[in-house]
């Protein structure tokens, strides 16, 4: 081999021989470590997890029953009677043919479960007439925090909500806490309306958190907002002179 060939085989050797990037590199992220997210989407909290670019899993859709065995063929008893004997019916049992319903392929190794988060009751006091000029109490039913533990493709993920509010007493008047309100009287939600008339309460609960994965938490991405909504009623007292 003279010393041009040898010089133009070096850069072919060369590209030989540097190794090429998998195409399904960052496919393969999630192969051996499964990746979680935790979002939210229509009201709902959605966990999902997927593993990369892993083999298909497989899985019965339908449970198919056994097939019965045949029962045995017995031959009914002549009955003993006085002239021509009745004929003799044998019975034979066949079984229903079932078909066999063939393991469907998933579409891939992710799993989703969705957990609906729990409406407000708006509740006030005095719950009959209240009056003007006196402060009404108003609270809610939510839990002061929403917990869920939850299995998503063998992974443990642990999900931890908590609410905050944003309450409308329909005179133009909002008020914003984390608190949840009380009855009389410890409860710190409380209005007084100036005017009589039936009034729309309108309670707005937003819902954010955290989830942790392998110990290490992250935020959720995105909040639920649920709306409960109450009539309030405010009438005037009477004056009345006494002696």
Known sequence: M????????????CLILIPQ???NLYAADCT???CIDVYTKNGEIIIEGHKGSGPIKKKIVTKVPSTPKPAATKKAPIPKSVGTPKPVVHRTYRPRAVKKVAALPAVSLSDRLIKLLPTAGVAYQPEVEPL???PIYFWCDLPAIF???VNVIGEIVDVALRPSYTWSFGDGTFLSSIDNGAPYPSG???HTYSQPGTYVVTLLATWNGNF?????????TGTVKKTSVATVTVVRASTMFVN
């Open 2 to 13: 003279n010393l041009k060939k040898f010089l133009l085989c070096i850069p072919i050797a």
């Open 21 to 23: 990037a998998p195409s």
């Open 188 to 190: 710190k939600i409380r």
């Open 32 to 34: 051996l470590s499964a």
């Open 132 to 134: 003007i000029n006196v």
């Open 147 to 149: 917990q869920s533990r």
């Open 212 to 220: 942790v994965h392998n110990g290490v938490s992250r935020a959720i």
